[in-house]
């Protein structure tokens, strides 16, 4: 099953107040309609590959009736399995992709806070994601000591922002530089932490389906001149 190739290694594992660190957006911003309310993302301008083929699938359509296949607590939920729109109850999820990989983008700035949204991928060297599968992160608050020892695993460091990002709102830090991070969801968190602690089975699939009804581009405000 695809899944966060490093998802738990050991770890158990918005508003614009979830922008701890400035990041520039894509003009586009998506939503996804569940039957517990919408979430909308926002695109970062500096994974454009990943942008635009987000953009691209939620134009055909392409994500409307799949589901979030895979949830866990404090850590991601996950959809985007074409595999998953007609799936019978129970059956396993997660190998389903639409013919090609989107090569890596991963930032210093793209960090795996509360609300980031990156692409799942499976074990290949380049890290190159998943053409469709994608993550939103829920995570959990870090303490100084386990960010430093993160950080001497991964041999990657946490810019100041980050390191207090991870203490007081939280998030993934283990997968920093493994994923690649091009997105924030700007609204509907709460909409991700009930889809998070839904009841699933022994490979987090929900035991009741999780659709999105709907994938779409948010539309933009005209402000004419009169």
Do not use: W
Not at 19 to 42: H, N, R, S
Not at 82 to 91: C, I, L, Q, T, V
Not at 108 to 124: E, F, I, L, S, T
Not at 158 to 182: E, S
Request: glycine share 8%; charged share 30%.
């Amino acid at each position: 099953m695809k899944k966060l190739f490093l998802a738990i290694c050991g770890v158990l594992l918005m508003s614009p107040s979830l922008f701890a660190q400035k990041q520039e957006l894509y003009k586009e911003k998506v939503v996804i309609e569940t039957e517990y309310g919408k979430i909308v993302m926002a695109l970062y301008k500096n994974t454009p590959k990943h942008g635009d083929n987000m953009i691209k699938l939620a134009k055909q359509k392409f994500f409307d009736s799949t589901l979030f296949h895979r949830v866990i607590p404090n850590f991601v939920i996950q959809g985007g399995d074409p595999d998953s729109k007609k799936a019978e109850a129970g059956k396993p999820l997660g190998e389903g992709e639409v013919g090609y990989r989107v090569p890596a983008e991963i930032n210093m700035p793209d960090y795996h806070q509360r609300g980031a949204v990156g692409m799942a991928r499976d074990n290949n060297p380049e890290k190159a994601s998943s053409g469709c599968q994608f993550y939103i992160v829920v995570g959990r608050k870090y303490t100084d000591a386990e960010l430093d020892n993160i950080s001497k695993s991964t041999g990657r460091k946490f810019t100041p922002v980050q390191r207090n990002t991870y203490k007081t709102k939280g998030g993934t830090p283990h997968l920093d530089g493994n994923y690649t991070v091009f997105g924030i969801v700007e609204e509907g968190m709460e909409v991700v932490d009930r889809i998070a602690s839904e009841a699933r089975d022994e490979r987090d699939r929900p035991l009741k389906d999780i659709r999105m009804i709907s994938v779409r581009l948010k539309k933009k405000k005209f402000l004419g001149i009169f």
